[in-house]
């Protein structure tokens, strides 16, 4: 599958009573990969651990849904299919804050679709990895003077 999203997880949390669910938080959302709020897409998602030693992988698993960085409704990474709204749970391996999360089958949709500078986040770097297995920035993180750049305050604010 050609291009992913990678995230980290910011924050795990465990909602009570009956509906109850697991979230898991990532550092990135629908301001990278729009196709899951918008329509319902479902890409694949693995976690590993955040020490990146396969050893820690664990074999547990859990039932969560995860969300994007956003703080809005739609920020939802694992919609039911189809129903951008619904929240969908994923059984996916048990996850810590600080794992890694990828979300596999963005390709081009996460810098074709993203929402450029929506709540302030900025533009995430991108990597391109060659047919030998190196990593090379193709575009960096954008920062953030870069979006206050065309901020203007009218001097009668002031």
């Not at 698993?61 to 920020?75: A, T």
């Not at 060659?130 to 979006?147: C, Y």
Request: a negative charge; hydrophobic letters at 35%.
């Amino acid at each position: 599958m050609a291009g992913a999203l990678v995230s980290t997880v910011q924050d795990k949390v465990h909602t009570t009573g009956d509906g109850g669910h697991v979230f898991l938080k990532m550092d990135a959302g629908m301001t990278d990969v729009l196709r899951p709020s918008l329509y319902g897409a479902i890409h694949p998602i693995t976690i590993f651990p955040e020490s990146g030693d396969t050893s820690d992988v664990g074999e547990e698993s859990e039932s969560v849904v995860v969300v994007g960085h956003c703080c809005e409704s739609g920020d939802l990474m694992t919609p039911q299919e189809g129903e951008p709204e619904a929240l969908g749970e994923r059984i996916l391996r048990k996850a810590d804050i600080g794992d890694i999360i990828v979300m596999d089958g963005s390709g081009a949709y996460c810098a074709g679709m993203s929402t450029k500078n929506y709540n302030s986040f900025p533009e995430a770097p991108e990597v391109l990895v060659d047919e030998s297995g190196d990593v090379h920035l193709i575009r960096a993180r954008q920062p953030v003077e870069q979006i206050w750049a065309n901020e203007c305050t009218p001097a009668s604010l002031i």
